[in-house]
T-cell receptor
């Protein structure tokens, strides 16, 4: 298995633009998580899905952020409009049902200028 | 409110010596704890875990200790190697499948 695949690896965009981050989880994993890494807050959980259904989105910072999982092999995290304070590394991770160990993707480094 | 705290942003250790990374948590409902290791430009990778019914778990050079009364866990690396230089994240989980991570500690092992 190729692991959790995220794209793009790097994204530089201008303030106000829409940004879409993509994730392909490991086949067979029932849980998918979106995290954001910053120096101040470490790894913050934004949202997670179970069997493609959003379970907890309490970490989504604002209405500008949205996430979807249209099928078991694909998820997106969208920021519209983007702001400089959204600059961070965004990670996607997946795990087996009732599993405790996540597998992370390599992340997307987002820079909003 | 940080439920999982790593109060040391960085740690420097000589090769061959012991590295001790610390983590504190506030939520007594957590029943499972993990350590992840992260190299630059890569995602975090699972290192070792411990259930709340245990107070120690060992895997080769890595040992995790859990002190439930103090809500504290630590990761010991013995002996430390230059390849251990990375950011280490502590994480905690409970009844849900949601893991709460700390802010990370950057370990530098000097040759």
């Amino acid at each position: 298995d190729a692991g959790v695949i995220q794209s793009p690896r790097h994204e530089v965009t201008e303030m106000g633009q829409e940004v879409t981050l993509r994730c392909k989880p490991i086949s067979g994993h029932d849980y998918l998580f979106w995290y954001r890494q910053t120096m101040m807050r470490g790894l913050e959980l934004l949202i997670y899905f179970n069997n493609n259904v959003p379970i907890d989105d309490s970490g989504m910072p604002e209405d500008r952020f949205s996430a979807k999982m249209p099928n078991a092999s694909f998820s997106t995290l969208k920021i519209q409009p983007s702001e400089p304070r959204d600059s961070a590394v965004y990670f996607c991770a997946s795990s087996l049902i009732r599993g405790r160990s996540y597998t992370f993707g390599s992340g997307t480094r987002l820079t909003v200028v | 409110d940080q439920q999982v705290k790593q109060n040391s942003p960085s740690l420097s250790v000589q090769e061959g010596r012991i590295s001790i990374l610390n983590c504190d948590y506030t939520n007594s409902m957590f029943d499972y704890f993990l350590w992840y290791k992260k190299y630059p430009a890569e995602g975090p990778t699972f290192l070792i875990s411990i259930s709340s019914i245990k107070d120690k778990n060992e895997d080769g050079r890595f040992t995790v200790f859990l002190n439930k009364s103090a809500k504290h866990l630590s990761l010991h690396i013995v002996p430390s190697q230059p390849g251990d230089s990375a950011v280490y994240f502590c994480a905690a989980g409970g009844a849900t499948n949601k893991l709460i991570f700390g802010t990370g500690t950057l370990l530098a092992v000097q040759p």
